[in-house]
T-cell receptor, first 111, second 117 residues
Framework: DAKTTQPNSMESNEEEPVHLPCNHS???????IHWYRQLPSQGPEYVIH???SNVNNRMASLAIAEDRKSSTLILHRATLRDAAVYYC????????????FGQGTTLQVKP | DGGITQSPKYLFRKEGQNVTLSCEQN?????MYWYRQDPGQGLRLIYY???????QKGDIAEGYSVSREKKESFPLTVTSAQKNPTAFYLC????????????????FGPGTRLTVL
């Protein structure tokens, strides 16, 4: 399974954009990049995913480097409710559907 | 409302006792998963099931057992053989599009926090 590397923690001010980086230098051509987040004492929730092109949804944007060795999750305006652990996950084309979680990035949002 | 329910939220057991954690979903999903999370760590896969009456071991299946007698239910039993059972247990489900399992979003339940005394 390809691995991802994320900073252990980041801080942001409320109402400001947040860029959460993820390195995945061993990514294969068919691996999808998924992001999940986990609020304290809750189960993870899906945020966004992409393959090659940048992606936008109501929660966030995903910017993928041209060589696909890194990606960045962008929260356009951080709120206190965005304080969570953010996981960057590579999903291969196996049929298990399993998610391989790393330690993720703990995002703190300051008022 | 559609979703995944896990019960109970908190569970305390004595060492050496088996305990069963409940997971029910009404999303009509074929695939269901059990993960374990230790403090400050990411989730690790225990077991998963893609169809009724069938399931596969994940990365840390030793000391655990599951059953899938109904599509909507996937209970996990933590047996006395599990050396360090105290953890946060999360159940998830997803649709199962053939050839696209890697693509589909997983929906998670609220979790059960198991403490073995």
């Amino acid at each position: 399974d390809a691995k991802t590397t994320q900073p252990n923690s980041m801080e942001s001010n409320e109402e400001e954009p947040v860029h959460l980086p993820c390195n995945h230098s061993t990514i294969s051509g068919t691996d999808y990049i998924h992001w999940y987040r986990q609020l304290p004492s809750q189960g993870p929730e899906y945020v966004i995913h992409g393959l090659t092109s940048n992606v936008n949804n109501r929660m966030a944007s995903l910017a993928i480097a041209e060589d696909r060795k890194s990606s960045t999750l962008i929260l356009h305006r951080a709120t206190l409710r965005d304080a969570a652990v953010y996981y960057c996950i590579l999903r291969d084309r196996s049929n298990t559907g399993k998610l391989i979680f790393g330690q993720g990035t703990t995002l703190q949002v300051k008022p | 409302d559609g979703g995944i329910t896990q019960s109970p939220k908190y569970l305390f057991r004595k060492e050496g006792q088996n305990v069963t954690l409940s997971c029910e979903q009404n999303l009509n999903h074929d695939a269901m998963y059990w993960y374990r999370q230790d403090p400050g760590q990411g989730l690790r896969l225990i077991y998963y099931s893609q169809i009724v009456n069938d399931f596969q071991k994940g990365d840390i299946a030793e000391g655990y057992s599951v059953s899938r007698e109904k599509k909507e239910s996937f209970p996990l039993t933590v047996t006395s053989a599990q050396k360090n059972p105290t953890a946060f247990y999360l159940c998830a489900s997803s649709i199962l599009t053939p050839g696209l399992v890697f693509y589909n979003e997983q929906f998670f339940g609220p979790g059960t926090r198991l403490t073995v005394l």
